[in-house]
Nanobody, 124 residues
Framework: VQLQASGGGLVQAGGSLRLSCAAS????????MSWFRQAPGKEREFVAA??????SYYGDLVKGRFTISRDVKNTVYLQMNSLKPEDTAVYYC????????????????????WGRGTLVTVSS
């Protein structure tokens, strides 16, 4: 399984970016796909997740600003609007079998495969 993330970059506060993560190597039916992020000096945190049934979940800090989606080719997107300097982080995509318990989607342990990360820098 490979997860290839892209779309990071430098943007001014208030701007937008769209991240992509292409998954390959197996069937992803019943697999959730998610984004986490890790800011300098901080622990990795949950950003958003989407199940194969297109149910989506968001971390409190990004709710209302970020939108996660996925297409039939197993690419997951993260549309990030109204970006803030505190959104600066390396963003990682991940995938794992979805057990049906949504709260597990917030946990790193729910994911079997991780991409290498893409850096998002938001300037003030």
């Amino acid at each position: 399984v490979q997860l290839q993330a892209s779309g990071g970059g430098l943007v001014q506060a208030g701007g937008s970016l769209r991240l992509s993560c292409a998954a390959s190597g197996r069937s992803f039916n019943n697999y959730a796909m998610s984004w986490f992020r890790q800011a300098p000096g901080k622990e990795r945190e949950f950003v958003a997740a989407i199940t194969s049934g297109a149910n989506s979940y968001y971390g409190d800090l990004v709710k209302g600003r970020f939108t996660i989606s996925r297409d039939v080719k197993n690419t997951v997107y993260l549309q990030m609007n109204s970006l803030k300097p505190e959104d600066t982080a390396v963003y990682y995509c991940a995938t794992g079998w979805y057990s049906g318990y949504y709260y597990r989607l917030l946990l790193e342990s729910a994911y079997d495969y991780w991409g290498r990360g893409t850096l998002v820098t938001v300037s003030s």
